[in-house]
Nanobody
Framework: EVQLQASGGGLVQAGGSLRLSCAGSGFTFGDYAIGWFRRAPGKEREGVSCISASDGSTHYGDSVKGRFTISSDNAKNTVYLQMNSLKREDTAVYYC?????????????????WGQGTQVTVSS
């Protein structure tokens, strides 16, 4: 059974940090690009970051560049999203997703598997 388990969300003050984890099982982790997306209340799902399995290249949405860092530990089948300098507008449910073919895309419809989401709340 394919599973993606997102964790690490919580409540943090503006300016603080959180690290999200996305653990995968039931599929060959190294064959997939892993993306992070978020959905804030009343907004569409937004691409946050992605790491390519083919060359390890990383990609970020404009709103998080310079503040978030994505990394991968293939031995643990886990991708991390380090979030620093958090802002209130980062408040959302964060989802990780797996895309077969190793190349990152921002189109959510291209992704094969989704995790259940983890809530991040940033207070002022």
């Amino acid at each position: 059974e394919v599973q993606l388990q997102a964790s690490g969300g919580g409540l943090v003050q503006a300016g603080g940090s959180l690290r999200l984890s996305c653990a995968g099982s039931g599929f060959t982790f190294g064959d997939y690009a892993i993306g992070w997306f978020r959905r804030a209340p009343g907004k569409e799902r937004e691409g946050v970051s992605c790491i390519s399995a083919s060359d390890g290249s990383t990609h970020y949405g404009d709103s998080v560049k310079g503040r978030f860092t994505i990394s991968s530990d293939n031995a643990k089948n886990t991708v991390y999203l380090q979030m620093n300098s958090l802002k209130r507008e980062d408040t959302a449910v964060y989802y990780c997703a797996a895309l077969y073919g190793r190349r990152c895309l921002w189109d959510i419809h291209e992704y094969d598997y989704w995790g259940q989401g983890t809530q991040v709340t940033v207070s002022s």
